[in-house]
């Protein structure tokens, strides 16, 4: 499931609160499979966390949404077929990977399954729009 945020510190700033906000409904979206509300809910909750003074509550904040958001994108595709949400996807979980040095193995392959169904679908697109383009009439 999403990556949660740190807990809530004392007298926390106002951009960390909106983006816990932001989150909280993007988290409930997610779990509730309403995936193409949860990318714009973690958006929304990234670019608040763009304006937390905090640096390292900052890069906590982004770095969890990097990876709610890469898997929300990938999940979104099967809902609308936006093509583009798989590129998106890969780059985010990449993001994620580059933010948090400390995960462990057992995270890390987690992504990567993340990032090879991503690729899988891209492939299977491809594909797809291949088999389209054979079947089209010759140009005039």
């Not at 979104?76 to 979980?93: E, N, Q």
Request: charged share 35%; no cysteine.
């Amino acid at each position: 499931g999403p990556r949660s945020l740190p807990p809530p510190q004392e007298n926390e700033e106002e951009a960390a609160t909106r983006a816990r906000e932001a989150y909280d409904a993007g988290n409930l979206a997610y779990r509730t499979a309403d995936y193409i509300v949860a990318v714009d809910k973690f958006l929304e909750a990234f670019a608040a966390a763009d304006e937390i003074e905090d640096a390292e509550l900052k890069a906590q904040v982004q770095s969890s949404l990097y990876y709610n958001l890469g898997a929300a994108q990938l999940y979104a595709y099967d809902l609308d077929g936006d093509r583009t949400r798989l590129g998106k996807s890969k780059s985010l979980l990449q993001k994620y990977l580059d933010s948090a040095p400390d995960l462990t193995d057992e995270d890390r392959e987690q992504v990567k399954t993340l990032m090879d169904e991503a690729d899988a679908k891209l492939a299977e697109a491809d594909a797809d729009a291949d088999a389209d383009a054979e079947q089209a009439p010759p140009p005039e």
